[in-house]
């Protein structure tokens, strides 16, 4: 109440107490423009005055044009409080610790050359979201609003919905990997997993293994805890086994990072032996294994190449990190880490501390349309789909663009090693022509991969893929003959 700071006196008429104690609280901003004030039965009865005292008090107001009565409605405050100047300014600049300085100066979506309208881009690795049934998508959301509707608008577990964690569960067994002894917890995709397990399990300084050239918002969370990364070379096949046994004489990391399926940003596929003889060395080592199962469900061959994960039978060595997040609805942010189960017990409680829970009502949705079999009709289409145009572009990037090597099994990328032509100089020259793309380098560990660039083809017409890759083709051409 308004009127619970006034204390009435006996030197002035009631009224006129009434009055400025009004004006005073619009003065202080206690009363703003468009405030109800209480009615003249009220404040009478809460100050114990007559109620006439408080009818010439709104009245006079009324009359300098300060309140405005309406009928049936009430009475509301007409003026703004003149504000005082108030400069209360901080240097935000100065305060920003490294985390917040590191995350900045690497977000490439502000520091990289932007897409613009009309622009053919071949920056993005996201799924064409025109392949999305979303017919089924609907049908999905109907069934969790009826079937559990009030429930699931609740708080949740933050381990996550429990019968999606069990459909998941079912779906790694589906992988040929044992579930004895494991457990699994739903994250905000990949990258909050991964932020999750860094900041579970390691302390600022310490060393981390991985591929090199490797996922860019891998780099990214791993400097910004303060990590040091040791990008091991890939060869055709994944990892090279040598320099990895070489790097491990002399280091001993927390974890290593790998990516098996459609390497992110080589394209390659590490088959099942190099994937058994990758995970033996760590294993020698006692070097748990990050493996980020991304893109795996696009696999294009009839036989499933098994996930490190799989080869761990009855050891709790690796932790599997899921995302469908290139094949399917990346808007939910909903991915999984699947691993020992004490281990999954501490990360729940990680995961609580930090956003209790990733979104119940999507978890709902994304298990009804998974429970429903959509999902399975879906990558046997979208599947298809990006095979046909992987190799399309394929059929491009040979024709038009000078390589030294191409690598890309599949998936929804192509990675170019040009032969000693700097590939930012590139992009410059088609970002005139109005045509973006990766530059190779974002991916290195140690500022290499200059001369490499990424075509994400996955959101491009066919149309635009040949104009788009004929450009860069000429750009490097006329590089080449300056
Ligand atoms: C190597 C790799 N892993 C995982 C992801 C998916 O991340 P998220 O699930 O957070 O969308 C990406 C996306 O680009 C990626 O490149």
Request: with cysteine; net charge negative.
């Amino acid at each position: 109440m308004i009127f619970s700071s006034l204390k009435l006196n006996k030197d002035e008429p009631i009224y006129i107490q009434v009055e400025n104690h009004i004006k005073e609280s619009i003065e202080k901003g206690m009363l703003q423009k468009g405030s109800k004030l209480p009615s003249t039965r009220e404040v009478s009865s809460f100050l114990n005055i007559s109620r006439n005292s408080v009818v010439v008090a709104y009245e006079n107001l009324e009359i300098d044009g300060i309140i405005k009565s309406s009928r049936g409605k009430g009475t509301f405050v007409t003026i703004e409080a003149s504000k005082p100047k108030n400069e209360f300014n901080i240097d935000w600049g100065t305060r920003i610790n490294s985390y917040g300085s590191i995350c900045e100066s690497m977000d490439i979506l502000k520091t990289e050359l932007p897409w613009e309208k009309n622009m053919i881009s071949f920056k993005s690795i996201a799924p064409e979201e025109n392949l999305f049934d979303i017919e089924e998508f609907k049908r999905a959301f109907l069934d969790v609003i009826s079937l559990e509707g009030n429930k699931i608008l609740n708080y949740g577990y933050a381990k996550g919905y429990k019968p999606l964690l069990e459909y998941l569960m079912d779906y790694m067994k589906s992988k040929g990997i044992n579930t004895e002894g494991k457990d699994i917890l739903v994250t905000n995709g990949f990258t909050e997993g991964f932020d999750i397990i860094i900041n579970t399990l390691t302390e600022p300084g310490d060393v981390i293994i991985c591929e090199n050239p490797t996922h860019n918002t891998a780099i990214k969370i791993m400097k910004a805890h303060g990590l040091d990364i040791i990008g091991v070379p890939m060869n055709e096949d994944g990892i090279d086994t040598k320099s990895l046994e070489k790097a491990l004489e002399n280091t001993s990391p927390k974890f290593a990072y790998i990516i098996p399926s459609y390497h992110n940003p080589t394209g390659i596929v590490m088959n099942g032996e190099k994937r058994q003889e990758v995970l033996n060395i760590f294993q020698k080592h006692s070097i748990p294994v990050i493996e980020d199962g991304f893109n795996e469900e696009l696999l294009y061959t009839s036989s499933p190449v098994p996930s490190l994960a799989s080869f761990c039978t009855d050891g709790n060595g690796v932790v599997y990190v899921g995302s469908l997040s290139k094949i399917l609805f990346p808007g939910l942010r909903l991915g999984w880490m699947f691993g020992d189960r004490d281990l999954i017990n501490t990360l729940e409680s990680v995961k609580r501390a930090r956003t209790i829970h990733s979104s119940f009502i999507d978890q709902g949705i994304f298990y009804h349309y998974m429970k429903s079999g959509a999902f399975d009709k879906y990558v046997k289409k979208v599947r298809k789909h990006y095979k046909d145009k992987y190799e399309f572009t394929l059929k491009q990037v040979n024709k038009h663009i000078p390589y030294e090597s191409i690598t890309g099994e599949g998936g929804l990328h192509i990675f170019i090693k040009l032969k000693g032509i700097n590939a930012r100089e590139v992009l410059q020259k088609c970002y005139e022509k109005g045509v973006v793309f990766t530059p190779g380098d974002i991916f290195y560990t140690d500022g290499g991969g200059e001369d490499t660039f990424r075509i994400g083809f996955s959101r491009v017409s066919e149309e635009d893929i040949e104009k788009g890759i004929k450009v860069i083709g000429e750009v490097i051409n006329s590089i080449k003959n300056l």
